[in-house]
């Protein structure tokens, strides 16, 4: 039987690597675990958590193509990533913490039907991407 797969990254283009850094760094305790030098002062930088969660970023070489809707709510509903989430011990602390840099785009939704104590909000990170912020998600098995 072959080992098992685990997974490895998340990498997102940034319009400004070192905001996208600051934002998850500051508010979902990630640091920074390497970077690789690409030239011209541009590098690729790799996020980490305690988790062993990485985030891989990179200055975006293009705009966002015309047309695209801005991300809204959970996210894109379209082929495609809908969004990043994160657990947290209370998603009103982290709200309070992230402040005026909360770009609320739904909730905070209680899902107590679902799950007891189950709680979630979306907010934008830097560069638009929609983050989910839920408390008390608990797997079925």
């Given amino acids: 039987m072959?080992?098992?797969l685990l997974f490895s990254h998340v990498a997102l283009s940034c319009a400004d690597p070192a905001?996208?850094?600051q934002f998850y760094s500051q508010y979902f305790g990630f640091h920074r675990a390497r970077?690789?030098?690409l030239g011209e002062g541009n590098e690729i930088v790799f996020l980490k958590n305690s988790r062993s969660?990485?985030?891989?970023l990179f200055r975006a070489d293009a705009p966002q193509p015309a047309g695209l809707p801005r991300a809204e709510g959970d996210g894109p509903h379209y082929v495609g990533i809908r969004h990043l989430a994160f657990q947290v011990e209370s998603v009103d602390a982290t709200?309070?913490?992230l402040g005026d840099t909360a770009d609320v785009t739904l909730g905070p939704l209680d899902f107590d039907a679902f799950i007891p104590g189950w709680r979630t909000v979306w907010v934008r990170d830097p560069d638009g991407n929609i983050v989910e912020i839920s408390q008390g998600y608990t797997d079925q098995v």
Avoid at 53 to 56: D, R, S
């Fill in 2 to 4: 072959a080992a098992p």
């Fill in 19 to 21: 905001r996208t850094e």
């Fill in 35 to 37: 970077t690789i030098p």
């Fill in 53 to 56: 969660v990485y985030l891989e």
């Fill in 95 to 97: 709200l309070a913490t």
